[in-house]
T-cell receptor
Framework: QKEVEQDPGPLSVPEGAIVSLNCTYS??????FMWYRQYSRKGPELLMY????GNKEDGRFTAQVDKSSKYISLFIRDSQPSDSATYLC???????????????FGKGTLLTVNP | GAVVSQHPSRVICKSGTSVKIECRSL??????MFWYRQFPKQSLMLMAT?????????EQGVEKDKFLINHASLTLSTLTVTSAHPEDSSFYIC????????????FGPGTRLLVL
């Protein structure tokens, strides 16, 4: 079993739809959880950052972390064509988790929002 | 803000030559920077962790003599691909962690290397 599992998609939705992206993981030492958006031929852009369990909202984006289930989600409300990109989940145990700040990434989900 | 730049954005070189890629944190200090490689339609593969003032830590399978990393200041890390070959052609991305912060890494825009 890989440390982080993420459905690669592709996922295609109409404009205005609610998008749900998720990742599961196996390493209970992970404490920090991130979602990055990556456009084609560009570097990843940090969207959301969450420490431990809970929800975090930023505009149209909501990140949820359920450490008991080892499951994280990213919700995008009122999706726009400009949201079309690859979404990567990433997580880390921090220096105390033995990872020395290294991130473990999911494979990424390719999202297309159709006008 | 947390802006990371990379230079050059694209480079084409002949087989056997060396190429240097710069990664700069523009508005924050970064004790730790990371170098990744990404193949088409694949996720990022960590190559090495670069710590300011000390030797880089390479991931298993990454040749440290081929991929030379220097992190001479809190805002600059460089990756030199020595004696490049066509199989080294890839998208190289750096990231930086803010000194004193928690886990978040901020990524540069990437450098596309093509070795002919």
């Amino acid at each position: 079993q890989k440390e982080v599992e993420q459905d690669p998609g592709p996922l295609s939705v109409p404009e205005g739809a609610i998008v749900s992206l998720n990742c599961t993981y196996s390493n209970s030492a992970f404490q920090y959880f991130m979602w990055y958006r990556q456009y084609s031929r560009k570097g990843p852009e940090l969207l959301m950052y969450t420490y431990s369990s809970g929800n975090k909202e930023d505009g149209r984006f909501t990140a949820q972390v359920d450490k008991s289930s080892k499951y994280i989600s990213l919700f995008i409300r009122d999706s726009q064509p400009s949201d079309s990109a690859t979404y990567l989940c990433a997580m880390s145990g921090g220096v105390y988790g033995g990872s020395n700040y290294k991130l473990t990434f999911g494979k990424g989900t390719l999202l297309t929002v159709n006008p | 803000g947390a802006v990371v730049s990379q230079h050059p954005s694209r480079v084409i070189c002949k087989s056997g030559t060396s190429v240097k890629i710069e990664c700069r944190s523009l508005d924050f200090q970064a004790t730790t920077m990371f170098w990744y490689r990404q193949f088409p339609k694949q996720s990022l593969m960590l190559m090495a962790t670069s710590n300011e003032g000390s030797k880089a830590t390479y991931e298993q399978g990454v040749e440290k003599d081929k991929f030379l990393i220097n992190h001479a200041s809190l805002t600059l890390s460089t990756l030199t691909v020595t004696s490049a070959h066509p199989e080294d052609s890839s998208f190289y991305i750096c990231s930086a962690r803010k000194t004193g912060s928690q886990e978040t890494q901020y990524f540069g825009p990437g450098t596309r290397l093509l070795v002919l």
